[in-house]
């Protein structure tokens, strides 16, 4: 028996059950990012993306609504990545010095991950002929521009404290190192 052949709809339907799960994981790891973060202005940020987030995840229940697909997640491999990334760097730097560059960094990144699903969900919506849907998820994806560019912000101001707060004994001198803000070699 020949199996039906998948088309964009089912990637469309498929892809949203996928932000859907990866959506409300986002709203666990940043109220986990939040309660760890050591500088004000970054557990605020976290704190102000996890209430948007809850409201994005109402947007994608109303995008299956507008389908008529029921709302359920699919398991998102990329996002149980980034958030045990999270857990392993929490480990990893505590309460460090380069601790909340760190969480920035892996909190941009839950971000790339959501901006690139949202674009193409946004584009797909279009394409499919459901443009309330393209305008909630644009509504998202937005938010999701927004947030990473403050978190490019705050991690810049991070760094550069981060910077300034090593000491001859723990072997750096406080001096730039050639790598960027992410730590990869300029």
């Not at 299956?64 to 359920?72: E, S, V």
């Not at 999701?144 to 750096?172: C, F, H, Q, Y």
């Amino acid at each position: 028996m020949a199996t039906k052949q998948k088309n964009l709809q089912d990637a469309f339907y498929e892809t949203l059950k996928d932000v859907y799960y990866a959506e409300r994981q986002s709203v666990r790891a940043l109220k986990k990012a939040a309660k760890s973060a050591q500088h004000e202005e970054l557990r605020q940020a976290f704190e102000t993306h996890a209430e948007e987030s809850a409201t994005q995840v109402e947007r994608l229940q109303q995008v299956f609504d507008i389908i008529g697909k029921p709302a359920r997640g699919k398991t998102c491999e990329a996002m149980q990545g980034l958030t045990s990334e999270m857990e392993e760097d929490l480990e990893d730097f505590g309460d460090g010095p380069a601790a909340d560059a760190v969480l920035a960094g892996v909190a941009q990144a839950l971000e790339h991950y959501e901006i690139a699903r949202y674009g193409t969900l946004k584009t797909w919506a279009r394409q499919l002929g459901h443009e309330d849907a393209a305008k909630l998820l644009d509504e998202t994806l937005q938010e999701e521009k927004k947030t990473d560019a403050l978190l490019t912000e705050i991690a810049e101001r991070i760094n550069v404290e981060g910077l300034a707060e090593d000491t001859p004994a723990s072997g750096t001198s406080g001096k730039k190192t050639g790598k960027s803000a992410s730590g990869k070699a300029a």
